[in-house]
């Protein structure tokens, strides 16, 4: 059985920076597809950055591109959101997802909730001024 835990949400203000680790358990396979995501109280769940196996390539959401770093420790099966410059709009429960050895796929669902199997049950991050 799969398990994702995430840690290191916390409050901060705007500017400063935090660092989101996800350790994933029960995986039957070493080539995943794993991303993190963020909810808005109110809005959708949205993706915000995603790292593809093998390759190590990543994509990101233009909101937080340019100040968020996602990346993976492979021996400790942990993925990692490094976030910096921090934005009110930034304030959501971030979730990381994982999806097992993952076929060929559209760039379009890289970041969609839709495309991952297992999921954590996140970890509250707020951003005030």
């Known amino acids: 059985q799969v398990r994702l835990v995430e840690s290191g949400g916390d409050s901060v203000q705007v500017g400063g920076s935090l660092k989101l680790s996800c350790v994933a358990s029960g995986l039957s396979s070493g080539r995943n597809l794993m991303a993190w995501f963020r909810q808005a109280s109110g809005q959708e769940r949205e993706g915000v950055a995603c790292l593809w196996p093998a390759s190590g390539n990543r994509r990101y959401a233009d909101s937080v591109r340019g100040r968020f770093t996602v990346s993976q420790d492979e021996v400790t099966n942990t993925i990692y959101l490094h976030m910096e410059s921090l934005k009110p709009d930034d304030t959501a429960v971030y979730f990381c997802?994982?999806?097992?050895?993952?076929?060929?796929?559209?760039?379009?669902?890289?970041?969609?909730?839709?495309?991952?199997?297992?999921w954590g049950q996140g970890t509250r991050v707020t951003v005030s001024s």
């Open positions: 997802a994982v999806l097992q050895t993952p076929g060929p796929m559209a760039v379009s669902q890289l970041l969609s909730p839709n495309t991952y199997t297992d």
